[in-house]
């Protein structure tokens, strides 16, 4: 199994304070984040975007370009691409560009997005959402597949035998669609014979199981070879148990709540988040070997080739993430690895 990190580059004050890092000294912070994780031993990192005042991955391509100087082996990926506010051939001539700089190590994670910010921002209409999201998917596809292109359609000016430079080092630029609570989205991923992202941030990890099954059987019946899923879940990791609920709820609770004053949900409490983090919950906090058998436990309901760990719900002290990293890729990565090849072993 693949291991990695994604983060949206949060600014939000630190528990207990009023002040946040300078934009700067934030994005610091954050290409030093990239850059253990590569030296850890993870495989992927990935940066989300986002267009509100406490994250600053509006541009995930030139943040991970940067990161691509600093790293040798690390996989780097949007986590997501908003797709539906997105030029698609923008979107490919940046993470083609991206590709090369980082010798053939980008890769796309296309979504429609959490938040609509960047809808009325860049003029886009939020009447055809979907119908906008799958257009400009099907025309990233077919960019990554041809060098000059012929394509129409109802939400971008059509395109009349263009070649779209640069191309990807890759022969074709890997390609993830990350799906939330929509089972037509899993279904559509899985026709389309894509990678399918399963972001699982609440409720009960085995509720998700059916998605999984609806993305492989598409897949399936579509002709294609069972494509790859990834699970990305909030989390964070230290030396024991308590400790990491310590310094992981004051952080999970001020993003939580903020965004569940938009969207009409109550305040977590100690409680609500104590029993999320137990091994039938969705975050992935805990002690290292916690987190091990919670990412082995939902591998046993999704069978998934990747999992991905936002560490950074809400801003937390720089010295204890990178302490995450650490525990991340030298205790559960190899430990998890281990039983993830034993099990696919004993299948093959």
């Given at each position: 199994?693949?291991?990695g990190i994604y983060s949206f580059a949060e600014n939000t004050p630190i528990a207990g304070s009023s002040q946040t890092r300078s934009p700067g000294q934030?994005?610091?912070?954050?290409?030093?984040?990239?850059?253990?994780?590569d030296q850890a031993g993870l495989d992927v990192f990935g940066i989300g975007e986002h267009h509100r005042s406490e994250y600053l991955a509006s541009s995930p391509a030139v943040i991970l370009s940067a990161a691509a100087a600093k790293t040798r082996n690390i996989r780097l990926t949007s986590a997501v691409t908003v797709l539906g506010s997105e030029d698609p051939v923008r979107v490919f001539q940046q993470f083609s560009t991206l590709d090369q700089i980082s010798g053939?190590?980008?890769?796309?994670?296309?979504?429609?997005?959490s938040f609509i910010e960047s809808f009325p921002l860049f003029g886009q209409d939020l009447e055809n959402y979907d119908e906008i999201?799958?257009?400009?998917?099907?025309?990233l596809m077919k960019l990554r597949e041809s060098e000059r292109i012929t394509w129409s359609g109802k939400h971008r000016p059509a395109i009349n035998n263009r070649a779209v430079y640069p191309r990807s080092q890759q022969d074709l630029l890997p390609l993830?669609?990350?799906?939330?609570?929509?089972?037509?989205?899993?279904?559509?991923?899985?026709?389309?014979?894509?990678?399918?992202a399963l972001a699982i941030i609440g409720g009960q990890p085995a509720q998700f199981a059916p998605f999984v099954q609806l993305h492989q059987q598409a897949a399936k019946e579509a002709g294609h070879p069972a494509p790859p899923v990834s699970i990305n879940s909030h989390g964070f990791i230290s030396e024991d148990s308590r400790q990491a609920k310590d310094y992981a709820f004051p952080a999970f609770k001020l993003t939580m709540d903020r965004i569940g004053r938009e969207r009409g949900w109550p305040a977590?409490?100690?409680?609500?988040?104590?029993?999320?983090?137990?091994?039938?919950?969705?975050?992935?906090?805990g002690s290292p070997s916690e987190v091990t058998d919670k990412i082995l436990h939902q591998h046993e309901l999704f069978g998934h080739h990747r999992f991905l760990m936002q560490l950074t719900v809400g801003s937390l002290p720089?010295?204890?993430?990178?302490?995450?990293?650490e525990l991340f890729g030298s205790e559960v990565a190899p430990a998890v690895r281990k039983e993830t090849s034993a099990a696919a072993g004993s299948t093959a």
């Amino acid at each position: 199994m693949e291991l990695g990190i994604y983060s949206f580059a949060e600014n939000t004050p630190i528990a207990g304070s009023s002040q946040t890092r300078s934009p700067g000294q934030r994005m610091q912070d954050l290409l030093e984040e990239v850059e253990l994780a590569d030296q850890a031993g993870l495989d992927v990192f990935g940066i989300g975007e986002h267009h509100r005042s406490e994250y600053l991955a509006s541009s995930p391509a030139v943040i991970l370009s940067a990161a691509a100087a600093k790293t040798r082996n690390i996989r780097l990926t949007s986590a997501v691409t908003v797709l539906g506010s997105e030029d698609p051939v923008r979107v490919f001539q940046q993470f083609s560009t991206l590709d090369q700089i980082s010798g053939g190590r980008a890769e796309i994670m296309a979504g429609r997005g959490s938040f609509i910010e960047s809808f009325p921002l860049f003029g886009q209409d939020l009447e055809n959402y979907d119908e906008i999201f799958s257009e400009k998917l099907q025309l990233l596809m077919k960019l990554r597949e041809s060098e000059r292109i012929t394509w129409s359609g109802k939400h971008r000016p059509a395109i009349n035998n263009r070649a779209v430079y640069p191309r990807s080092q890759q022969d074709l630029l890997p390609l993830w669609v990350a799906v939330g609570g929509s089972p037509q989205s899993a279904v559509r991923t899985g026709n389309l014979g894509l990678p399918m992202a399963l972001a699982i941030i609440g409720g009960q990890p085995a509720q998700f199981a059916p998605f999984v099954q609806l993305h492989q059987q598409a897949a399936k019946e579509a002709g294609h070879p069972a494509p790859p899923v990834s699970i990305n879940s909030h989390g964070f990791i230290s030396e024991d148990s308590r400790q990491a609920k310590d310094y992981a709820f004051p952080a999970f609770k001020l993003t939580m709540d903020r965004i569940g004053r938009e969207r009409g949900w109550p305040a977590m409490t100690r409680e609500q988040f104590d029993a999320s983090c137990t091994i039938y919950g969705a975050n992935i906090v805990g002690s290292p070997s916690e987190v091990t058998d919670k990412i082995l436990h939902q591998h046993e309901l999704f069978g998934h080739h990747r999992f991905l760990m936002q560490l950074t719900v809400g801003s937390l002290p720089h010295k204890k993430v990178l302490r995450a990293i650490e525990l991340f890729g030298s205790e559960v990565a190899p430990a998890v690895r281990k039983e993830t090849s034993a099990a696919a072993g004993s299948t093959a």
